[in-house]
């Protein structure tokens, strides 16, 4: 609609006149058209920032929201997502320290001492046994032991008797057994463990046998074991220390039982435990039982 100012300076309808292609007007019809072009131009105006704004917000969005998909990296050259990239963590197991253990120190073997000469007194082992072996003939014996020897009476006394029970010992035959007995109890053979010099001396006033201070004897009503081959054995007996003192054992309680010395039956045969070893093999076998394993006596030419 127009004002009556405005109908009287507008174009008839239907005019042939030019149309208006907005030049200037005079009076109110050009302050209104131009107020209205200049406020069309401010709206355009706002109407770009404001898109422009809208752009860059938008493109702020999408660039951070690239930036935190692609773990603080972006790939400028695709439009598709660059993958999260997962650093490679190494996990090392640090053992702990594996702690050193303080060595134990190698205990010195004990060795017992074995001085050349003694009190000459005895200590009798206080155990006692049960009878081994069926056989009638029966012997009771006890253990000595010379005083300040670092051999107990009483472990000498159980050994002797593992000695004497043994399968192949003199039990085999089935005629003889024997008992340990203890201090106090009657006996019928006692078995000394005494010093070089004192079994010197006891061999000598009971046999008059010079043992020179290495061998051992049997004397009346007993039996004397140097402390030396008691201990360390023999140099011609390659075997371990107990079965030596089998042979001592077996060699003088064969005495006891009337035999007389052996000597070696043939070369490669067993020696005799009558046989009077540390002085010589003389082509046998070391032995230290009266029996082989077959259960046969092991004997020998007399000596």
């Not at 131009?34 to 704004?53: A, D, F, K, S």
């Not at 399968?167 to 070089?196: C, Q």
Request: some cysteine.
């Amino acid at each position: 609609m127009y004002s009556a100012r405005e109908r009287e300076s507008a174009p008839p309808t239907g005019s042939a006149g030019a149309p208006y292609r907005g030049g200037p007007q005079q009076g109110s019809s050009h302050r209104g058209g131009q107020h209205r072009t200049n406020h069309r131009r401010r709206r355009q105006r706002r109407r770009g920032r404001g898109l422009l704004v809208g752009t860059l917000v938008a493109a702020a969005l999408v660039g951070s929201a690239t930036f935190l998909l692609n773990g603080g990296r972006s790939d400028a050259s695709s439009a598709a997502p660059h993958p999260r990239s997962t650093p490679h963590i190494t996990h090392r197991t640090t053992p702990a320290p594996t702690p050193t253990p303080t060595p134990t120190p190698t205990p010195t073997p004990t060795e017992t001492e074995v001085p050349a000469t003694g009190s000459g007194t005895f200590v009798t082992a206080r155990a006692g046994g049960a009878k081994v072996g069926r056989g009638a003939h029966l012997i009771r014996y006890a253990v000595q032991v010379e005083t300040g020897l670092d051999v107990s009476p009483d472990q000498a006394a159980e050994e002797i008797a593992d000695i004497l029970a043994a399968p192949r010992g003199w039990t085999h035959s089935g005629n003889n057994s024997f008992r340990l007995v203890g201090a106090g109890e009657s006996y019928d053979l006692m078995i000394k463990i005494a010093t070089a010099g004192t079994a010197d001396a006891l061999c000598w006033a009971g046999i008059h046998q010079d043992t020179h201070g290495e061998y051992n004897c049997e004397i009346p009503g007993g039996v004397v074991v140097n402390l030396k081959r008691w201990v360390t054995g023999s140099p011609t007996f390659d075997g371990p220390i107990h079965d030596y003192r089998a042979l001592i054992i077996n060699h003088e309680m064969g005495h006891s039982l009337g035999l007389t010395h052996m000597t070696c039956a043939g070369p490669g045969q067993l020696a005799p435990v009558m046989m009077q070893q540390i002085k010589g093999l003389h082509g046998c076998v070391a032995n230290a039982w009266p029996y082989d394993k077959n259960g046969h006596y092991v004997s020998g030419p007399q000596a």
